[in-house]
């Protein structure tokens, strides 16, 4: 693989806090890469070691052991945030000073001059549901406003990927639907997109890669496909006398539901496959549905097995 | 743990403060009679703060405000220039040890007398500032015992530091003659001094003294004021009677200077210890300013009352005092004039 | 360069914005107004008083104000995550804190300012002149020992919590002027151990009394202002001190993690 092509690259990453006996592992040798263009997100439950992982790819918290690179560079320096634009998890911004100020400051310190400044701050603060906001005091800000002009702050000067932490952490519905539209204009434009978030819809809608993280270890790094398969599950409930259950059926493990069974299929075909074979049997079909696991399901089990696993 | 550990923290601030707050009581209690607190040496004043720690510690703020501005007046006097020279005079003054050196000018018991009536020379000392001050408001001092807070070139040990002190500081070399400048900027120090610290005498005493320099019948009569507030908060102190009465007299009320010097002389009288001896408790500043009052008295009575009562006072105060030259030689003058 | 100035634009905006630099103004100005509605004997014209009174409340209330805003201005950073998307963008370290210090030392001109203008308020009401070099190199002065302040703030609220580096800050503050006289009487009492200790502290605790050309402003008439030879030492030990403590923060900041 070129070097260029990789935008950000972490090799045995371990970040420790505190020191001595008190010493914490938040993060446990992980390593992974993001390809330019790529859409990647980062999922893990509180505590997983996401927002550490963040912070050393922009330089915040130093690796205990290992490294992490953008664009190449060491994560942090100068040179790599040039090209990078970041959005923190939670971030209160100057309560006195007003929104096109502050998107002036920042975009001042990406080297934007004033000019520049003047023509793209109102266009960006209308794309992201600000218009006419420019000249509040960002104390007046809600805490979903707050979190749109922290994204215009990261997206200011057009940089050639983002790093969000809770992508969507502090919006309502309509503003994750403003920033899905901004970040799949961007995801189009080519930038890479590198981001934290519990929402599995986030997940679905922007990524191409999920990388799981739990305890401070990559439990899943796959696409988003192949993640989505086993989060298809369906149910049928229905009457049959137990003699006559299809194995097709058996091999799911019905259990009892009322004066019937209730069985859950999680793949598709034999799902259809069971659903004919309990109507030549002559059973009573209830009902027949698919359910969908949240991915936060789908997480819980895996991390389950992975602790089952390591326990053994 | 945590929580054990900030319980415990909790609770060594909380006995720190206590502490703190009982820290008078408590020195007052290990060594009661040689507690002296503020500047009042009223026996019944520091009676009533002394039960009060809280009272105590706010008294000593407010007298060590006080004091502050009292430097403050004598920076002034020096047009900023800060001099050991008082610290060392105060010190000294409660041993009984002091020889003023330099320009100590006396004052002539006569020039507190209107000039036409300038006939008498006996010699009074004025107070405090008056130990070096002329009339004239700006004139030349020498004092060989003076000695500047901020050291000389030679007697520094900090080199570049103590050159820069000396630059930007108001200062000037000790052994030089120096300037003092006129009184009347110094004035609203004395007025907040006695506002922080109503105890503090020589705060009205000096204030008193300037504003009598102004010579103007306004500024007199604010003195008188002044002093009036100072007596309704010291009803026992001579020395503003004394103060109370000079300006009196400048303003030629002759009747009332002469019953405020007698009553000067009585509280002091007293106040006085046996034979005068200076100590903490009786200054040299006390001592002058009894003696002052007492020849005053004499001398006010014998102007402008009776010669025979004059002379009868004066006897009883000298069969107190004992002996002084002055009073002596009063008497010596009136016998004489009487006969 | 720009990145300085933006960030410094930053604490000058917060400075001007918060209404805590107007509140210690208007009570200053309260208490200059309560000093003079006393009677003083109904003498005019007390320009020595007034001078003395009003550069001391300036002074004081500037010190205090560099020292609270020099020692929030990081932990405010940290508390309210505002350093995360700050420094997420191409602003070195050393960029952002010479930014705050810039910040605060404009900050302390903005509150000399606002001072100034009440100075001369005052003046012109209690009548006389202003000693304008006098004054101006009292300002200068001054700054200079904002700059050391400042330093001195940044540097405690990184060894330190914000309520103990503003305590220890304004200890420091009232001590200094304290210390350079105490050590002169000190020294003649002490043994040759106590004497070596007083010389070696005198050359490391920065001097702030020799920042505080007040005295002669009082006295103008007396004294004259300071040559530029002073000047320019003073400025260059204000410049060693700061710049000490700078290098500190420095060294901390950058090892240390957001």
Avoid at chain 1, 242 to 247: F, I, Q, T
Avoid at chain 2, 131 to 153: L, N, Q, S
Avoid at chain 3, 167 to 176: N, S
Avoid at chain 3, 194 to 202: A, I, P
Wanted: hydrophobic share 45%; aromatic share 10%.
């Amino acid at each position: 693989m070129n070097q260029s092509e990789t935008v950000i690259e972490v090799r045995n990453l371990v970040v420790e806090y505190g020191r001595g006996a008190n010493t914490n592992q938040a993060v446990r040798n992980i390593s992974f890469q993001i390809k330019k263009g790529e859409s990647v997100g980062f999922i893990g439950a509180n505590g997983a070691g996401k927002t550490s992982t963040i912070k050393v790819i922009m330089g915040f918290l130093f690796p205990a052991k290992g490294e992490a690179l953008v664009f190449g560079d060491k994560a942090g320096s100068v040179q790599s945030r040039k090209r990078i634009g970041y959005l923190p998890e939670v971030a209160l911004y100057y309560p006195f000073m007003k929104a096109r100020e502050l998107l002036e400051l920042y975009g001042g310190l990406h080297g934007l001059n004033s000019r520049a400044l003047k023509e793209k701050i109102p266009p960006l603060l209308d794309q992201l549901g600000l218009k006419d906001k420019g000249e509040v005091l960002l104390k007046n800000f809600s805490k979903g406003m707050q979190q749109r002009l922290g994204i215009a702050q990261a997206i200011i000067a057009d940089p050639e990927a983002l790093v969000f932490d809770e992508l969507s952490s502090g919006l309502d519905p309509l503003g994750r639907y403003e920033l899905r539209h901004v970040l799949l204009d961007l995801k189009q434009k080519g930038r890479t997109i590198f981001f934290s978030s519990h929402e599995l819809t986030e997940v679905e809608s922007l990524c191409d890669r999920v990388i799981m993280i739990h305890e401070g270890r990559i439990v899943t790094e796959s696409p988003v496909a192949d993640l989505m398969k086993p989060l298809n599950l369906f149910e049928i409930i229905f009457s049959l006398d137990s003699a006559s259950m299809p194995p097709v059926v058996t091999k799911f493990n019905p259990t009892p539901e009322g004066d019937g069974y209730r069985v859950l299929i999680d793949d598709i075909a034999a799902y259809s496959e069971a659903l004919s074979a309990l109507a030549s049997a002559g059973a009573v079909i209830r009902s027949a549905s698919s359910k969908s696991r949240t991915l936060e399901e789908y997480f819980i089990e895996l991390v389950g097995e992975k602790g089952e696993k390591q326990a053994v | 743990m945590k929580i054990m550990d900030s319980k415990r923290e909790g609770a060594f601030a909380l006995f720190l403060f206590l502490l703190f707050l009982a820290s008078p009581a408590v020195t007052m209690r290990l060594n009661p009679k040689n507690y002296e607190g503020g500047r009042s040496r009223d026996e019944r004043t520091r009676h009533i703060r002394n039960k009060s720690a809280a009272a105590l510690i706010l008294g000593e703020i407010r007298s060590s405000m006080s004091d502050i501005m009292f430097i403050k007046t004598e920076l002034y006097l020096h047009s900023g220039v800060a001099y050991k020279l008082n610290l060392d005079y105060d010190a000294l003054s409660s041993k009984g040890t002091v020889v003023e050196k330099g320009d100590q000018q006396d004052v002539n018991l006569e020039q507190l007398l209107p000039e036409d009536q300038r006939n008498h020379a006996e010699h009074e000392h004025d107070h405090d500032h008056a130990h070096h001050h002329a009339d004239d408001d700006k004139i030349h001092f020498h004092c060989e015992g003076a000695d500047t807070v901020i050291p000389t070139r030679k007697k520094d040990f900090r080199g570049i530091i103590g050159e820069l002190h000396r630059r930007v500081k108001p200062w000037q070399d000790p052994s030089k003659p120096h300037l003092h400048t006129s009184g009347e900027e110094l004035l609203p120090w004395y007025r907040l001094m006695t506002l922080s610290d109503p105890h503090n005498i020589r705060g009205y005493m000096i204030g008193a003294w300037w504003l009598k320099h102004f010579k103007k019948e306004a500024q007199l009569q604010e003195a008188i004021k002044f002093l009036d507030e100072g007596i309704r908060y010291n009803p026992d102190s001579y020395q503003l009677y004394l103060m109370k009465g000079n300006i009196t007299l400048s303003l030629d009320n002759h009747r009332e200077a002469k019953a405020l010097y007698r009553k000067s002389a009585d509280l002091a009288i007293r106040k006085r210890p046996p034979d005068g001896k200076i100590s903490r408790d009786w200054t040299h500043y006390n001592e002058e300013d009894a003696l002052a009052a007492i020849r005053l008295a004499v001398f006010t009575e014998k102007e402008y009352g009776d010669v025979k009562t004059a002379l009868d006072i004066a006897r009883r105060y000298l069969e107190i005092i004992n002996s002084d030259l002055i009073l002596e030689r009063q008497i010596q003058q009136m016998i004489s004039q009487d006969q | 360069m720009r990145s300085i100035w933006l960030i410094s634009r930053t604490v000058l905006l917060e400075a001007i914005r918060r209404k805590e630099i107007y509140a210690i103004t208007l009570v200053s100005l309260l208490l200059l107004t309560v000093i003079f509605s006393i009677d003083f004997f109904q003498i005019e014209g007390l320009m020595k008083f007034y001078r003395e009174v009003a550069l001391k409340i300036m002074s004081m209330a500037t010190a205090l104000t560099v020292i609270v805003l020099s020692s929030r201005q990081l932990p405010r950073e940290f508390e309210n995550k505002t350093i995360y998307p700050l420094m997420a963008k191409p602003l070195r370290r050393t960029s952002f804190l010479s930014g705050k210090l810039l910040g605060v030392i404009l900050a302390a001109l903005f509150c000399f300012s606002l001072f100034m203008f009440v100075y001369i308020i005052g003046t012109l009401y209690v009548g006389g002149g202003i000693p304008w070099s006098h004054f101006l190199q009292y300002i200068y002065l001054q700054l200079l020992q904002m700059m050391i302040l400042t330093t001195l703030g940044f540097l405690l609220s990184l060894v330190m919590n914000l309520d103990a580096a503003i305590t220890l800050g304004i200890i420091f503050y009232i001590t200094a002027n304290i210390l350079i006289t105490s050590f002169t009487y000190l020294y003649d009492f002490v043994g040759i151990f106590g004497k070596t200790m007083l010389t070696v502290l005198t050359f490391i605790i920065p001097q702030l009394a020799l920042f505080d050309f007040s005295g002669k402003t009082v006295h103008s008439e007396v004294w004259p202002p300071l040559d530029l030879n002073t000047l320019a030492i003073l400025t260059a030990y204000a410049f060693v001190f700061s710049g000490f403590y700078y290098l500190l923060c420095i060294v901390i900041f950058r090892r240390r993690a957001i």
